[in-house]
């Protein structure tokens, strides 16, 4: 169970990354196959969007595995440590949800997988944080 935990920590980064790089990859072609107009918007927000999620969730992360270190050292105010942490986690499945509803359209069908697959290894991470830390 610890090692699964371990791996997950290392593996739902490293899916974040992969997600953010394959999107923008997917932005950048669809634009030179012609797929977007180009008297529309700029193709700068839509990468934006992909770079600003994909930090934002990576910060979450680290943020959360922070606080269950922390918890992990102090027996006093473990509980308000993880519920901060449980809200962080509420708040990385509510962008990790709206990721995947929002690329869920056929040219971008690849982007919302992606995301769909960081989303259950998110999920299976924090059913491994709830086991150890209970």
């Known amino acids: 169970m610890k090692t699964l935990y371990k791996h997950l920590n290392y593996i739902y980064p490293v899916l974040l990354a992969i997600t953010s790089s394959v999107a923008i990859f997917i932005l950048e072609n669809n634009l030179s196959t012609g797929f977007y107009n180009i008297d529309r918007d700029s193709i700068g927000i839509p990468i934006g969007a992909v770079l600003i999620a994909g930090l934002t969730l990576l910060t979450l992360h680290l943020m959360q595995m922070l606080l269950y ?23 990385s499945l509510a962008i990790l949800a709206d990721s995947i509803n929002y690329w869920a359209t056929p040219n971008h069908l690849i982007i919302s997988t992606l995301y769909s697959v960081s989303t259950i290894a998110f999920a299976t991470l924090q059913l491994q944080l709830l086991k150890v830390f209970q």
């Open 69 to 91: 270190k922390k918890a992990r050292t102090l027996r006093t105010h473990g509980v308000s440590i993880k519920v901060l942490a449980l809200i962080i986690a509420f708040a």
